[in-house]
């Protein structure tokens, strides 16, 4: 080599687990966590799905589907799939919340309301006391 020629490196990018690749529920839970950190819904679901059907009841991955739709706007699967979880364990703040958003974001504010309310209380969260102020408002507005 001489003195005006760069060395050559090979860098590879790490794989993406996908469907078929995932070995286990928790590996699919992590890697569909990082899809959604990485806003990438679709693959999340490519990811989920599958572990979904040999496991349907795991709170987890049901959870994380429900993160998935929220983010594509499916907001009607959404909103079912967290009303289902939250019939389960009434005490998930997280999903309460997530089904407060999911029907607010389809404009039915008086559902949405009471979910808001409990998920505020529960968490002492500011931001979702402000979720909750907000939807009050603009239900008071209309009714």
Do not use: C
């Not at 050559?8 to 899809?35: C, E, K, M």
């Not at 950190?37 to 979904?52: G, H, K, T």
């Not at 309310?117 to 006391?129: F, I, K, N, Q, S």
Request: hydrophobic share 40%; net charge negative; no cysteine.
């Amino acid at each position: 080599m001489n003195e005006m020629t760069e060395p050559q490196f090979r860098v590879q990018a790490p794989a993406i687990l996908f469907p078929g690749a995932v070995g286990n529920h928790a590996s699919a839970y992590r890697t569909a966590h990082d899809l959604l950190s990485r806003r990438a819904p679709r693959e999340a679901l490519e990811v989920l799905e599958p572990a979904l059907e040999e496991e349907p009841t795991n709170r987890g991955l049901r959870s994380l589907r429900a993160w998935a739709y929220l983010m594509r706007a499916q907001l009607t699967k959404a909103s079912d799939e967290l009303a289902d979880l939250v019939a389960e364990d009434p005490s998930d703040a997280w999903t309460r919340h997530a089904l407060g958003r999911a029907f607010e974001r389809q404009s039915k504010y008086d559902e949405a309301l009471p979910h808001l309310r409990l998920a505020a209380a529960m968490t002492g969260d500011p931001e979702h006391e402000y979720d909750a102020l907000r939807v009050e408002r603009v239900a008071g507005k209309l009714g």
